[in-house]
């Protein structure tokens, strides 16, 4: 066995996605000694831009940015390292009786598409969006703090807590109905309280589906909404952006300053395992077989890689494996990235670009949504899926030749467990692909003949390549009973492990999955705070 | 993209300066030339014609149409005589206020609502058990504002002749169904310049006959185009309010402290509280009885002190030439106590003028306080004078001949103020 006696680390990072940097950048910003091993040839982990096509660069799999805390980009310095954003312009939904919604930023705009389905709605629908802007407001501090605590007696975690309860007690009534609906009910019916149309509704209650395993009818999806609410770009609120380069750039930006603040980071070191003798863990073997010491090792991986994988169940308590394996990851969707010889011309909106600027909603009514979700609660891909679709080298130049595009498409529903299993993706991936084409070509009809190259990824794919739990892309569903202090399991949600010297920092702790850096930051954070590092 | 009027066809081939703005999403002129001030004037000495169409219209027909806007409104609408206009706001269930408007009543069953915002469907979401109709005309209305001196000569010379002499004595806020070159068109004696005026409603499909039809009477009389900063101008000398500039209506409001009860914006006087009941109505009576919070005032400031502050750089002084908007401070010795919204310096009253919100305390007229004023980067104080509204009120507004003279340049509608 190989040992690399070398150098001394206060911490060693496992898995180089956005998560794990963030977490590295701030422990080297306080001087501690941090390396990130990463398996893959390059860091980001699902933000990842490559250029897998040459020429073309895909976002590979997450597409978008928002939620990233503003905190975390001022600490880190993220600009100076080359973070930049450019805005989603509009969200479109094309309809097969060839009518189309656009949502604009501009609110005039906007009322008059959604009149054209339901003047009610268009009324109605700048009240919605000052409602759930409102809403998220209450809930932010929420996501830039560690999840309460509510067993524990330690009197910071009741202050904790009680500044959560006064926050929720502030509520004004009518915020607070909204709220308890939010917690409780499904996308539809929540929305069904709001609108009328059905081509209004069904794109908006996509964003309370995206990643898990539920249908827009499922009760819970709620919640979601909200979190997509959250989002913030600039300090505008519910703005979405792409990542200059594609949101590998995100990770890049994170890389760079990590180092800059003296992080060591290598890539095509993948982790076979971790040291772990007597309830401790003192360092990690990788897969050549180098041994690689430090005083704490932090896992940037989705806990069931964590801890079945990476440390042995043997090692852990019962109680804590029982609680890990009834956690859900239960991968929903997949991912077809393209690359296009021209624009693609929708054939309800020709000769015209402004409405692909944004993001594209493949959600033609609930009830082709829930007919997806139908499909795949039997073990099968949707026959005619959601698709969020975006073109990012409309508003990036980088990312494709002039007058090429790249076309993004997130797919769902793709469960993780196939009929006749989940091995069985490789065999159906190409099929799947297919699918995807068929849906979108009954809204691009040459879309076929422009198509220069296709990656499709399955959520098998994302689990052999990515490591990403049956190819959960939140590192676990963002479910209610999976989240805060339950996140992922009860009394481990502070980034601590019941293995001494072994942390978390990743998705599948508070507050979650998405770009967003604050469980990294949080993680992070904790373990200064705490005096383990 | 805001969407072109009905009348953008011969806007559009005026509009020299190119200086758009969107009004409720439809293309409006800001100013027709370089600048506003030659509409401005005729506003004010001979007759302007502006495009208001993006008011958002609602028509109400059925036995129970009354009953609906009284019902939703703050007025007891069931005592509005045909041909009689209003003007009126409506709040939600605790009395705040939504938007404020006008209700024409055209006909026994027939009204029409003006907004600033659309609100269709919470009218119609009340419309419960009641027998009316109601339809959105904003799209379908084209709305043309003549207003002036000379508005009554020029609106009367487009009608046909068996309406003129109606016209003429169209009493302020009154509603005449009248006739424009084979066309249906209503005229209501209203508008938003405090000045005599008249607003002229028809079938888009009729807009362009209408805007030449005025054009053409108009030509004898000084009539000219304007655009909103001229209208703007006007409406800070006539002391009204703008929903969304000097109050958030409570559909907006992201905070509780931003929503305003009707008698905080100084829209008390249209509320009729002591009918049966109403949209709002018990939280109205509270905010009637206990003393509310703020009040909508007019402020005059002083000029002298403004110069001096300005002499102090060697400066002359400079003012905006447009109206403006925004959240100014406004003190008293103890503190800030308000802000002012809007604001202008009057050409008409040469005086120096600002609408704002303050403590209820300090809005009795002739209360001395302070606003804040940029001079050459700094930020300084000078005084405030509270003082009724409108603060620019010609006789002629309300002045109805009582026959109908081929010519008025006796009456007072030919004087200034």
Redesign the interface.
């Known amino acids: 066995m190989k040992q690399s006696a070398s150098k001394s680390y206060d911490a060693i990072i496992v898995g180089g996605g956005h998560n794990g940097l963030v977490c590295a950048a701030y422990l080297a910003r306080a001087g501690r000694k941090v390396l990130v091993l990463e398996k893959r040839h390059l860091v980001g982990g699902a933000a990842v831009s490559e250029e897998i096509f040459p020429g073309f660069t895909y976002s590979v799999c997450s597409y978008v940015v928002s939620l990233l805390r503003p905190w975390i980009i001022r600490d880190l310095n993220l600009v100076e390292h080359g973070y930049q954003t450019i805005p989603l312009e509009c969200s479109f939904s094309p309809y097969p009786d060839g009518r189309s919604l656009c949502r604009w930023s ?1 609110a ?2 906007t ?2 598409e959604i009149s054209r389905f339901s ?2 709605d ?3 629908y ?2 919605y969006g ?1 409602t759930m802007a ?1 809403l998220a407001a209450f809930a932010k501090p929420i996501i830039d703090s560690p999840a309460p605590q509510p067993a524990s007696l330690d009197p910071r975690e009741l202050l904790q807590l009680f500044r959560l309860g006064k926050n929720l007690r502030d509520l ?1 009534a009518d915020l607070l109905e909204q709220e308890l609906g939010l917690m409780t009910m499904s996308a539809v019916d929540f929305l069904d309280a709001w609108f009328e149309s059905d081509q209004l509704k069904a794109p908006m209650a996509c964003s309370g589906i995206i990643g898990t395993f539920q249908g827009v009818r499922s009760p819970g999806t709620a919640y979601v909404l909200l979190h997509h609410y959250m989002g913030e770009i600039d300090g505008a609120f519910r703005s979405w952006g792409f990542a200059r380069g594609g949101t590998g750039g995100v990770s890049n930006a994170i890389a760079s300053s990590a180092q800059a603040f003296g992080a060591e980071i290598r890539t095509s070191a993948g982790v076979d395992r971790m040291l772990v003798a007597n309830g401790k863990c003192g360092g990690v073997v990788l897969d050549s077989g180098e041994e690689i010491r430090a005083r704490t090792v932090i896992s940037g991986v989705d806990p069931r890689l964590t801890f079945m994988g990476l440390v042995g169940s043997e090692h852990l308590p019962d109680e804590f494996v029982k609680e890990l394996t009834r956690f859900r990851y239960r991968g929903s969707s997949g991912k077809v990235n393209l690359a296009l010889d021209r624009l693609p011309e929708f054939a309800c909106r020709p000769g015209s670009s402004a409405h692909l600027r944004g993001d594209i909603a493949i959600a033609p009514s609930i009830d082709y949504l829930e007919r997806a979700y139908d499909e795949a609660k039997y073990g099968k891909f949707s026959r005619r899926p959601y698709l969020n679709v975006v073109i990012p080298s409309l508003v990036d130049s980088t990312i494709a030749p002039p007058g090429k595009h790249v076309m993004s498409c997130f797919v769902q529903y793709a469960p993780y467990d196939l009929e006749g299993g989940a091995e069985r993706w490789p065999e159906q991936r190409e099929a799947f692909g297919d699918t995807v084409i068929d849906t979108l070509e009954e809204y691009i009809p040459d879309l076929r003949e422009i198509i220069l190259h296709r990656q499709v990824l399955t959520p098998w794919d994302l689990e052999q390549e990515f490591g990403l739990t049956e190819g959960n892309i939140f590192h676990g569903e963002l479910s209610l009973e999976q989240l805060a202090f339950l996140r992922p399991v009860s009394g481990w949600a502070h980034y601590k492990t019941p293995i001494n010297n072994l942390w978390m920092c990743a998705s599948g702790t508070h507050p979650g999955g998405g770009i967003m850096g604050a469980p990294g930051a949080l993680a992070a954070k904790a373990m200064l705070k705490s005096g383990a590092l | ?3 072109p009027s009905p009348f953008h066809p011969r806007t559009a081939d005026l509009c020299t300066s190119l200086a758009w703005k ?1 009004w ?3 293309f409006a002129v800001e100013h027709f030339g370089t600048c506003h001030e030659r509409e401005y004037y005729a506003l004010r000495h001979t007759a302007a014609m502006i495009d208001v169409t993006p008011l958002y219209k609602i028509d109400l027909t059925g036995p129970d149409a009354a009953k609906l806007l009284a019902r939703v409104t703050s007025r007891d609408i069931t005592k509005l005589d045909v041909g009689r206009c209003t003007y009126l706001c409506w709040c939600d269930d605790d009395g705040m206020l939504l938007d404020d408007g006008t209700v024409t009543r055209l006909d026994d069953e027939h009204f029409r609502l003006t907004a600033a915002e ?5 009218f ?1 979401s009340h419309a419960r058990g009641v027998d009316v109709e109601l339809s ?1 005309t904003s799209a379908r209305i084209a709305s043309l504002a003549v207003q002036g001196p000379r508005s009554r000569e020029v609106v009367a010379a487009a009608l046909e002749p068996e309406f003129q002499s109606a016209l003429r004595t169209l009493p302020f806020f009154g509603a005449l169904a009248a006739r424009v070159r084979g066309f249906d068109c209503v005229v209501t004696r209203t508008g938003y310049t405090g000045d005599l005026g008249y607003e002229l409603w028809t079938a888009n499909e009729f807009a362009l006959e209408l805007w030449d039809a005025v054009d053409l009477a108009g030509f004898a009389h000084g009539l000219l185009p304007a655009g909103l900063s001229a209208l703007d101008v006007s409406r800070v000398e006539a002391g009204f309010i703008l929903a969304g500039v000097d109050y958030t209506s409570a ?2 409001a ?1 905070i ?1 402290a931003q929503k305003s009860s009707p008698y905080e914006v100084g829209l008390g006087w249209t509320v009729e509280l002591d009918r049966e009941d109403f949209i709002g109505r018990s939280g109205l009576a509270k905010s009637r009885s206990n003393p509310h919070r703020r009040a909508t005032v007019g402020l005059v400031l002083d000029w002298n002190e403004l110069e001096r502050l300005f002499e102090a750089e060697g400066l002359p002084p400079e003012l905006p030439s447009t109206a403006w908007r925004g959240g100014v401070p406004v003190y008293s010795a103890s503190g800030q106590v308000g802000r002012a919204t809007s604001g202008v310096w009057s050409p008409t009253l040469k005086q120096n003028l600002a609408i704002g919100m303050v403590g209820r305390s300090h809005a009795k007229v002739g209360t001395k306080l302070e606003m804040e004023v940029l001079v050459e980067y700094q930020r300084l104080r000078i005084s405030a004078t509270v003082s009724k509204r409108p603060f620019f009120d010609p006789p002629r507004k309300r002045f109805t001949p009582k026959n109908s003279p081929s010519s008025s340049h006796s009456s007072p509608s030919g004087e200034l103020v």
């Open positions: 501009d005039d705009e009322r008059r003047t009610r268009a009324e109605i700048g009240t000052a409102r004004p | 993209m805001p969407v969107s409720a999403g439809i659309p609100y269709f469907h919470w119609e959105d559909r907006d992201a509780p």
